[in-house]
């Protein structure tokens, strides 16, 4: 059987030859004692892979009758996902508002969301406004007067929208978060088994996200990067379906050859055009609210916009293009970046509507009247006054992020991130025994804390399977590897360019979904390709179970820590398994 890559490196030099005259030599001379070569597989499959199937023999062993097996098979591909999903969702929104507390950062971005589904812009609260909150559970009158805010608006739209359906208490806030969080996890396992081409993978991916810590006390606390976090991955998830549609409208109009096998030809690759691509627009959607919630979604709407263009390059390299990269410039790259940039930078503006539509004589948003006030004159006068106010706005934002040094006990320095070195307390309590749900026998006094840290065994696996992804695009050339890392690099290496900024480990939620991907495809590895030995997948299996209930054991184990449940101080010294945990 020849291979398929060497009959496409031929391409250029056979294209014209009958099928019979494109075999080997040697297959050629064997025809004329009736040999016929096996099948190859065409250039289709290269394009748009076909989803692994479960074998036959594990249908046999467990006695389902065939027809019954094809049936679950086809399930499985949106059944697997929405258990996995369901089971996330039953653990995030398992006694949501609890703690009935404002906790960290809540008492920014729960108020302010407030504020901007009411009046359009965020504004200044009483410094007791918390506790007032807390005690009419809500309903306390909000203020008019503008209050100065340093992210955009979108994240906040967002837990306001909780707000509005279930009240502004606790878990109204959390509301959102944790619906967004859920769906995150069924994104993850659809995107997984896209990329994998495997429903198993991809539902192991997304089992990985739901037991892990970090992302289930992101998902259960009003903050903007859990929000940052699913538009990226949606994002993510858009332009994977548009490579893969690409691809398949690239593959249907290659020429097929007299056997019905379609081969590279390279004036289809060179010309074909892909049209708008809906998929790509819809990705440039999502980072643009990627970006109106936290302004480092920049960095990712950067770094997904090259991997497009290389996956674009790809796609027409394999279709048989003699200048792939000519023809992504001179036929995808125009639209490429139209469905990107201006959608993004569109988006964004639009997120502002409500500060641009408040009132420009002192009682709108925040600084909207500074072009007819401080900012008169210069030479922009001939832009729109709330453009120039807003730039101005943004300005005084980045000149606050970039300086922003104040020391905070939670501060961490990203070398520290991937091995989770210094999570954040988001609430501690020490109950006496009998109070709070501190057990009457414990003894002495109890803990109660919500701590934002990643499930420890996943995270420090994850060190691993990042070497291995690393591994596979470098060295094998593995695109899927190259997507992961790219996704890993663009939540992760612009924060060692402020090492000096006063920054957390939460933020790395960004770029867990893509971690949990590197882990799922080393776990395939380590249960290794079909082809292997019963013997070898066997204990390959065995191996990646063992060390997934690990994982799951670890998240139960974790569990009070990430819910605020009230332990006994020895039981929360004895989770405390780093100094720096403290």
Same mark, same amino acid.
């Given at each position: 059987?020849?291979?398929?890559?060497?009959?496409?490196?031929?391409?250029?030099?056979?294209?014209?030859?009958?099928?019979?005259?494109?075999?080997?030599?040697?297959?050629?001379?064997?025809?004329?004692?009736?040999?016929?070569?096996?099948?190859?597989?065409?250039?289709?499959? +290269?394009?748009?892979?076909?989803?692994?199937?479960?074998?036959?023999?594990?249908?046999?062993?467990?006695?389902?009758?065939?027809?019954?097996?094809?049936?679950?098979?086809?399930?499985?591909?949106?059944?697997?996902?929405?258990?996995?999903?369901?089971?996330?969702?039953?653990?995030?929104?398992? !006694?949501?508002?609890?703690?009935?507390?404002?906790?960290?950062?809540?008492?920014?971005?729960?108020?302010?969301?407030? %504020?901007?589904?009411?009046? %359009?812009?965020?504004?200044?609260? /009483?410094?007791?406004?918390?506790?007032?909150?807390?005690?009419?559970? *809500?309903?306390?009158?909000?203020?008019? /007067?503008?209050?100065?805010?340093?992210?955009?608006?979108? %994240?906040?739209?967002v837990i306001g929208l909780g707000e509005l359906l279930f009240g502004f208490d606790p878990f #109204?806030?959390?509301?959102?978060?944790? =619906?967004? %969080?859920?769906?995150?996890?069924?994104?993850?396992?659809?995107? #997984?088994?896209?990329? $994998?081409?495997?429903?198993?993978?991809?539902?192991?991916?997304?089992?990985? &996200?739901?037991?892990?810590?970090?992302?289930?006390?992101?998902?259960?606390?009003?903050?903007?990067?859990?929000?940052?976090?699913?538009?990226?991955?949606?994002? $993510?998830?858009?332009?994977?379906?548009?490579?893969?549609?690409?691809?398949?409208?690239?593959?249907?109009?290659?020429?097929?050859?007299?056997? *019905?096998?379609?081969?590279?030809?390279?004036?289809?690759? /060179?010309?074909?055009?892909?049209?708008?691509?809906?998929?790509?627009?819809?990705?440039?959607?999502?980072?643009?609210?990627?970006?109106?919630?936290?302004?480092?979604?920049?960095?990712?709407l950067a770094a997904f916009c090259v991997m497009a263009v290389l996956w674009d390059a790809g796609? +027409?390299?394999?279709?048989?293009? +003699?200048?792939?990269?000519?023809?992504?410039?001179?036929? /995808?790259? *125009?639209?490429?970046?139209?469905?990107?940039?201006?959608?993004?930078?569109?988006?964004?503006?639009?997120?502002?509507?409500?500060?641009? =539509?408040?009132?420009?004589?002192?009682?709108?948003?925040?600084?909207?009247?500074?072009?007819?006030?401080?900012?008169?004159?210069? !030479?922009?006068?001939?832009?729109?006054?709330?453009?120039?106010?807003?730039?101005?706005?943004?300005?005084?934002?980045?000149?606050?992020?970039?300086?922003?040094?104040?020391?905070?006990?939670?501060?961490?320095?990203?070398?520290?991130?991937?091995?989770?070195?210094?999570?954040?307390?988001?609430?501690?309590?020490?109950?006496?025994?009998?109070?709070?749900?501190?057990?009457?026998?414990? *003894?002495?006094?109890?803990?109660?804390?919500?701590?934002?840290?990643?499930?420890?065994?996943?995270?420090?696996?994850?060190?691993?399977? @990042?070497?291995?992804?690393?591994?596979?695009?470098?060295?094998?050339?593995?695109?899927?590897?190259?997507?992961?890392?790219?996704?890993?690099?663009?939540?992760?290496?612009?924060?060692?360019?402020?090492?000096?900024?006063?920054?957390?480990?939460?933020?790395?939620?960004?770029? @867990?979904?893509?971690?949990?991907?590197?882990?799922? &495809?080393?776990?395939?590895?380590?249960?290794?390709?079909?082809?292997?030995?019963?013997?070898?997948?066997?204990? #390959?299996?065995?191996?990646?179970?063992?060390?997934?209930?690990?994982?799951?054991? !670890?998240?139960?184990?974790?569990?009070?820590?990430?819910? #605020?449940?009230?332990?006994?101080?020895?039981?929360?010294?004895? +989770?405390?398994?780093?100094?720096?945990?403290?």
């Amino acid at each position: 059987m020849t291979s398929t890559a060497s009959s496409m490196d031929s391409t250029d030099t056979r294209q014209g030859q009958a099928p019979h005259e494109q075999r080997p030599a040697w297959q050629q001379r064997l025809r004329r004692f009736g040999y016929e070569a096996g099948p190859t597989s065409d250039v289709r499959e +290269r394009l748009v892979p076909s989803y692994t199937r479960p074998s036959g023999r594990l249908w046999a062993v467990l006695g389902v009758p065939p027809t019954l097996a094809d049936r679950v098979t086809r399930w499985s591909a949106w059944g697997g996902p929405l258990l996995v999903t369901l089971l996330a969702g039953v653990l995030r929104f398992w !006694n949501l508002g609890s703690p009935k507390a404002v906790i960290f950062d809540e008492t920014y971005y729960a108020k302010d969301a407030w %504020g901007l589904v009411h009046r %359009g812009f965020e504004v200044n609260w /009483d410094k007791k406004a918390n506790d007032l909150i807390l005690a009419t559970n *809500g309903h306390v009158p909000i203020p008019t /007067d503008a209050s100065y805010v340093v992210h955009p608006p979108v %994240g906040k739209y967002v837990i306001g929208l909780g707000e509005l359906l279930f009240g502004f208490d606790p878990f #109204g806030w959390r509301f959102m978060t944790a =619906l967004l %969080g859920t769906a995150s996890v069924l994104m993850l396992c659809r995107i #997984g088994r896209r990329l $994998f081409r495997s429903t198993f993978l991809g539902c192991l991916a997304g089992a990985l &996200m739901a037991v892990d810590g970090l992302h289930f006390v992101m998902s259960r606390t009003a903050l903007l990067d859990g929000v940052l976090m699913f538009f990226v991955l949606a994002a $993510f998830g858009c332009l994977l379906i548009d490579r893969d549609r690409a691809r398949a409208r690239l593959a249907a109009a290659l020429p097929a050859d007299a056997d *019905g096998r379609v081969r590279p030809d390279a004036h289809t690759a /060179d010309t074909t055009r892909l049209g708008l691509r809906p998929w790509r627009w819809a990705a440039g959607l999502m980072l643009g609210l990627a970006i109106g919630t936290k302004w480092n979604g920049l960095y990712v709407l950067a770094a997904f916009c090259v991997m497009a263009v290389l996956w674009d390059a790809g796609s +027409r390299k394999v279709a048989g293009a +003699r200048h792939p990269y000519a023809a992504v410039l001179r036929l /995808d790259t *125009g639209l490429a970046f139209l469905a990107t940039v201006p959608v993004a930078l569109v988006t964004y503006l639009a997120s502002w509507t409500g500060w641009i =539509l408040s009132p420009t004589d002192g009682t709108g948003g925040y600084l909207r009247n500074w072009a007819a006030t401080d900012g008169k004159g210069g !030479n922009w006068t001939f832009l729109p006054d709330w453009l120039r106010s807003l730039w101005h706005y943004e300005h005084q934002v980045y000149e606050f992020h970039v300086g922003l040094s104040s020391p905070h006990t939670y501060q961490s320095n990203p070398w520290s991130w991937i091995v989770a070195g210094r999570p954040v307390s988001y609430f501690y309590e020490s109950p006496a025994p009998g109070k709070d749900g501190c057990p009457v026998d414990a *003894g002495e006094k109890c803990a109660r804390e919500v701590l934002a840290i990643g499930t420890p065994l996943l995270w420090w696996v994850a060190c691993f399977a @990042l070497l291995y992804v690393l591994w596979r695009w470098l060295f094998r050339r593995d695109w899927r590897a190259g997507a992961i890392a790219c996704g890993i690099a663009a939540g992760y290496l612009p924060w060692f360019l402020y090492q000096e900024r006063t920054i957390f480990y939460f933020y790395a939620v960004v770029f @867990l979904p893509f971690l949990c991907l590197a882990v799922a &495809m080393l776990l395939g590895a380590v249960i290794g390709p079909p082809r292997s030995t019963d013997t070898r997948r066997v204990a #390959g299996a065995t191996g990646a179970g063992v060390l997934v209930l690990l994982i799951a054991w !670890n998240f139960v184990y974790f569990w009070p820590i990430y819910t #605020g449940t009230a332990i006994p101080i020895d039981d929360w010294r004895a +989770r405390m398994w780093l100094d720096t945990w403290v």
